[in-house]
């Protein structure tokens, strides 16, 4: 659909959505029909999705979990019971056939049928978690014989999760999310040198803060369980895994939704797993973001959801596009997604589409039938009402098999020369990958580093620490960083102290570097390489801190964002007199929430530099932070970081400070606060189209247009070149989308086309009440419903028994007038600041 709704001002909501099918004992209220059945669950053009099979919840559970065995039948496990066989019946109308598998067995996520057996990782009740083998032993096509052959300290939604045979047929990779102890690995393609990587002490948010590295991972293990290999870390909770048709791993990892508002917070997105990746997630505020050098980063951010199965259309009879997307479930949001992957260097890049949405519909594992080419789908999970769709292509587009994207396949081999390092110490490895350090390819650099780290550190130390290209020396260099030395959190005493003489080189090393040769992303990873060098290699002496002061203070601030981020973190960690001022000038000055959170949080452990006016600046602020909204933890967040920033002041200041730090204010939405600005006038569509045409002709205040983007809310939902928040899709690239007419139409005229994907409800009571918004939580009771975007923690609780009928909203979420209080002028910056067009200060030029 043209219309920017589609992906500019709909608005998704804070928390995980827990999305509940109606129990059967609610059947005179609501019905399974109206539930299951696919009048509310819209598809993509030419597709069609039909409701196969209902599952009895009383006495098969609720499903969340399935394969394909060798005779085209289905095996699903019930979250919280056994493991069932399903027959598709041969002709249309015939009845789905369900059998029960006669084994102590179950609580499984994830199912694979490969190697004559079939394997479940067991990741909830009783019995020990972990990987089991069933087999039949006898040919009488029953599975007669279990057997664990690994157990893993892993449990609840975040332990044990799908399999996925390798592309090679001799080896299966499993998926393991962040609440789980790394089982014992009898080799690595990452390297054993992990570390949360602050430079400043971790803000605890309350919620895992005991938990560390290396988080969410995947592995390889042989057929019988014994040889297990770690293949990538630092991810949250991905839920499935998919190899495409040239053998590139991907998975689609969870975001942590409590984070929602703050700058740590990280989206759902696609990852491409490849050899030894490290994508750093750790808890609270230690998550690194995308553009740290040893992170490997995102195909593609998708936005707040529940990652459930993942895989690729291959075997579908579907038009090549949609055989070749890789097909994402999302369970809270009741959405699949096809993620159309392009060759990008020896990595990808991804385009996002909705294939189906459906509320509620709480997706829990797709695969392709290779009987008849569909796509089936259960649903289901925490307790839901299960079923079990198919979907079917109806249009005329040739459905004949699509060949392999082999674009840039020379690329991907070399990265795979260089992974073939991985894991073990070659003499020819230094050499071989030393010139791939510096290669504008960031797969490839970070293949390179990979392979050096696995190397004998003496073959390539003074290498690294002479090297004069500057490419090659921040990564050489971070790898040596990474290798010598760990942080705190991961420092055993059986571990050697940190090198005085060694950070003394590597700092020396780095500052031999010119600042003004480089661009800016080089310039963000020499900062991260700064950054680790004091991380690893221990605090620096008196006269290094001085010499480091003196390099770091005249560059802050930069005016870019990242760029600043870092900056001020190392001026504060060096206890640098001009942190406190310049950081605190540039928290003044940040237009978005995350930017002020960011900030805010570093500056709790500066101890120097202070003066009363300053402290009393950065007191007030949190005052106004209390208008902010976000996920669970947020308030908790800053109430902590304020606790620790007051735990640093002497008991004077604290008498001084004290009717600042004892006050607070009343809470305002950004609802509120928009309603506050004056109106200036109701802008119609058909005259502002021309006249923000006319004057985007000439020069534009795009620094203006920023501060407007926050002004009128647009940064509370939305990021846009680095800045502003997540819980909406990324604007980055909207000036390549859309047109100047389908982006005023959409924020003046909201409700004129509302995308299925984001469309609200209406829930009419029995007494006559109407409840619009969309469904925030289900129970077999109860709807919670957030009524106002603005405030999305806060839902309406419905009893079910008290509704008369649900049907769609003809009213968008996105509330009009934004525009009403901004000049015609202004509405030009802030057009033109979106459309990236102008000079080079536009932030689309930065």
């Given at each position: 659909m043209r219309h920017i709704i589609t992906t500019l001002f709909a608005i998704l909501f804070l928390g995980k959505i827990a999305v509940f099918a109606a129990e059967a004992d609610q059947a005179d209220t609501l019905t399974k029909a109206d539930l299951l059945g696919v009048a509310n669950i819209k598809v993509a053009k030419d597709f069609k999705i039909e409701l196969l099979y209902t599952v009895p919840r009383e006495t098969q559970g609720s499903w969340v979990a399935m394969c394909i065995d060798p005779k085209g039948r289905l095996i699903v496990s019930d979250q919280n019971g056994a493991l069932y066989r399903v027959t598709l019946p041969e002709t249309k109308g015939g009845a789905v056939k369900t059998e029960k598998i006669n084994l102590d067995v179950g609580f499984a996520h994830g199912l694979l049928w490969a190697f004559d057996s079939l394997y479940v990782a067991v990741n909830e009740g009783k019995m020990a978690h972990g990987i089991y083998r069933l087999r039949d032993t006898d040919g009488d096509d029953q599975l007669d014989k279990i057997e664990l052959l690994r157990k893993v300290e892993a449990s609840g939604e975040h332990g044990l999760h799908s399999m996925v045979p390798a592309p090679d047929g001799k080896s299966i990779y499993v998926v393991i999310g962040n609440n789980s102890s790394l089982t014992e690995m009898q080799a690595s393609r990452v390297p054993f040198d992990w570390s949360e990587d602050q430079l400043l002490p971790r803000l605890p948010t309350g919620f895992m803060d005991d938990s560390y590295a290396p988080q969410g991972h995947i592995a390889r293990f042989d057929p019988d369980g014994k040889n297990w290999e770690l293949i990538a870390m630092g991810?949250?909770?991905p839920f499935d895994i998919a190899f495409n048709n040239v053998g590139e791993l991907f998975t689609h990892d969870a975001d942590m939704e409590w984070d929602i508002g703050d700058p740590w917070y990280r989206p759902t997105r696609v990852n491409h797993i490849i050899s030894g990746a490290e994508f750093g997630f750790r808890n609270g505020d230690g998550k690194w973001p995308d553009y740290y050098v040893d992170s490997f980063g995102a195909v593609v951010n998708i936005g707040p959801g529940s990652p459930t199965g993942t895989t690729f259309g291959y075997g579908a009879k579907f038009p090549a596009k949609y055989q070749d997307a890789m097909f994402l479930a999302d369970w809270s949001f009741g959405k699949v997604r096809a993620v159309h992957l392009t060759p990008g260097g020896a990595s990808y890049t991804g385009e996002i589409e909705d294939f189906i949405n459906g509320q509620p519909f709480p997706i829990c594992d797709l695969v392709i039938n290779p009987r008849d080419g569909s796509m089936l789908m259960v649903v289901g999970g925490r307790g839901a009402q299960s079923a079990l769709y198919r979907v079917t292509y109806v249009g005329q587009e040739s459905t004949a098999p699509s060949p392999p994207d082999t674009r840039l396949q020379a690329q991907r081999d070399l990265r795979h020369k260089l992974e073939a390092f991985h894991g073990k110490k070659e003499p020819a490895a230094v050499k071989t990958v030393w010139p791939y350090l510096a290669d504008q390819d960031r797969a490839l650099r970070y293949a390179a580093r990979i392979a050096l780290e696995w190397q004998?550190?003496?073959?390539?130390?003074?290498?690294?620490?002479?090297?004069?290209?500057?490419?090659?020396?921040?990564?050489?260099?971070?790898?040596?960083a990474r290798v010598s030395g760990k942080d705190k959190t991961h420092h055993k005493e059986t571990d050697p102290a940190p090198d005085?003489?060694?950070?003394?080189?590597?700092?020396?090393?780095?500052?031999?570097?010119?600042?003004?040769?480089?661009s800016q992303s080089d310039r963000t990873d020499l900062l991260r390489a700064y950054s680790l060098a004091l991380i690893r290699l221990g605090s620096p002496d008196e006269t290094q801190r001085q010499h480091l002061i003196a390099r770091f203070d005249p560059l802050f601030p930069s005016k870019t964002t990242e760029l600043d981020e870092l900056l001020a973190r190392l001026l504060i960690y060096l206890e640098a007199p001009s942190a406190a001022p310049k950081t605190i000038a540039t928290l003044r000055g940040a237009l978005t929430q995350e930017e002020q959170v960011d900030y805010a949080v570093a500056l709790r452990t500066l101890k120097t530099g202070w003066t009363l006016a300053l402290r009393e600046e950065y007191f007030r602020w949190f005052l106004g932070a209390e208008?902010?909204?976000?996920?669970?933890?947020f308030a908790s967040s800053l109430r902590r970081a304020k606790t620790d920033a007051v735990g640093r002041l002497s008991e004077e200041e604290k008498a001084s400070l004290k009717p600042i730090l004892e006050a607070h204010v009343e809470r305002k939405s950004p609802r509120e606060a928009l309603a506050g600005r004056p109106l200036v006038r109701e802008w119609k569509l058909d005259e502002l189209v021309p006249k923000v045409q006319a004057g985007l002709t000439g020069g534009r205040n795009f620094e203006r247009g920023r501060q407007l983007y926050s002004g009128v809310a647009c940064s509370a939902c939305h990021r846009f070149v680095n800045e502003g928040g997540s819980v909406g899709p990324d604007l980055t690239g909207v000036a390549g989308r859309f047109s100047l007419h389908d982006l005023l139409e959409s924020i003046v005229e909201p409700s004129k086309i509302i995308s299925d994907q984001y469309e609200a409800i209406n829930i009419r009571m029995k007494n006559g009440d109407v409840i619009s918004g969309r469904v925030g939580n289900l129970s077999g009771s109860s709807i919670d419903v957030v009524e106002d975007m603005f405030d999305p923690g806060r839902m309406t609780n419905v009893r079910r028994a008290e509704i008369e009928s649900i049907a769609p909203s003809k009213v968008s979420m996105m509330p009009e007038g934004l525009l009403n209080s901004l000049q015609l002028d202004e509405i030009q910056d802030l057009v033109a600041f979106l459309l990236g067009r102008g000079d080079s200060k536009s932030p689309m030029f930065r």
């Open positions: 991810m949250r909770n004998d550190v003496p073959q390539w130390r003074k290498k690294a620490l002479k090297e004069k290209d500057p490419r090659k020396a921040i990564e050489a260099l971070v790898a040596l005085p003489a060694l950070r003394a080189k590597v700092l020396g090393a780095l500052d031999r570097i010119s600042w003004r040769s480089l208008n902010f909204r976000g996920g669970n933890t």
